[in-house]
Every structure is written in C-alpha cells, then in structure tokens.
C-alpha cells in the first residue's frame, strides 16, 4: 500500500503499522529501463505467495508481480531495491514464457515456467534454470 508501515513512536523509536484487515492491491506497475513508471492494466489475480518480507502475484495472463524487500534480488528486478507496490517481473512477461506457479520461501522466490522448467528468482542476483525438477 505504498509504504513500509513505519513511524516514530517516540525518539530513537521506530515500531510500525499493523494490517488487521487486508486491503485491496489498488494498482500494479511496470518500470522502464529510464524509471518511468506505468501502471499496469487487466490484472486478476490468480495466486499469491508471501514470504518473509516479500509478497509475489501471479495474474491470470501468467505474468509475475513482486513488491516487498529486494535485498538479494528476491524480488527478480534487474535492480536490488525494495518496492512498495506490486512491479511486473519482466522475465515471464514475454510469450511462451509465462508462469504457471509461483513460490516465496522465507528469503527467496521460484516460479514454474509455462514449460515445467523452475526459475529461481532471487537467489542471489541472478536468475537461474533448473532443467531437471520432479
């Protein structure tokens, strides 16, 4: 909901915000390689997947949202910075390379290809193909 939920209780104290009731994702974005941002349109979602500190989506055109912590590239952006509301993972948003699931462990994130090959997103900072996934 575009912000990290903290605040200054007192000084030299920061606790944060706690969602009792969830709220609606209002928008869904895309940034170009020059920062400019564009929202995205027609997304409906079709899962979720949370980890520690990050959040994916995967819509019904099998694109990929991640926003959360983007230490360590665990979100799949080509810049390790965090992101405060859902951004499009341009890796699946070609055709053919679509995602069917998606996955958060506690610090990483994994989605199955259109193809039933796993992409480890966010181990490190790159992107890997795992060819032989039972």
Same mark, same amino acid.
């Not at 903290?6 to 915000?17: H, M, T, V």
């Not at 341009?90 to 958060?104: E, H, S």
């Given at each position: 909901?575009?912000?990290?939920? $903290?605040?200054? =209780? ?14 609606? /994702?209002?928008?869904?974005?895309? &940034?170009? &390689?020059?920062? +400019?941002? %564009? *929202?995205? *349109?027609?997304? /409906? ?10 959040? @994916?989506? @995967? !819509?019904?055109? $099998? ?8 230490? #360590? ?7 390790? $910075? ?7 993972? &341009? @890796?699946?948003?070609? *055709? ?9 462990? #506690? +610090?990483?994130?994994? =989605?199955?290809?259109? %193809?039933? &090959? %796993? ?11 795992? !060819?032989?996934?039972?």
């Amino acid at each position: 909901h575009n912000s990290d939920g $903290k605040f200054i =209780a007192r000084a030299q104290r920061i606790e944060f915000d706690c969602e009792l009731i969830p709220r609606r /994702v209002a928008i869904f974005i895309e &940034k170009s &390689k020059d920062g +400019q941002i %564009m *929202p995205v *349109p027609n997304v /409906v979602v079709r899962d979720v997947a949370c980890g520690a500190n990050h959040t @994916l989506v @995967l !819509d019904s055109q $099998k694109r990929v949202f991640s926003w959360g912590f983007g230490g #360590y590239g665990r979100l799949g952006h080509t810049e390790q $910075k965090d992101e405060m509301v859902p951004r499009l993972v &341009k @890796l699946f948003d070609f *055709p053919g390379r679509g995602a069917a699931q998606i996955y958060a462990g #506690y +610090q990483c994130s994994f =989605a199955i290809n259109e %193809m039933g &090959k %796993m992409r480890a997103e966010l181990i490190g900072t790159r992107h890997a193909a795992i !060819d032989d996934i039972y």
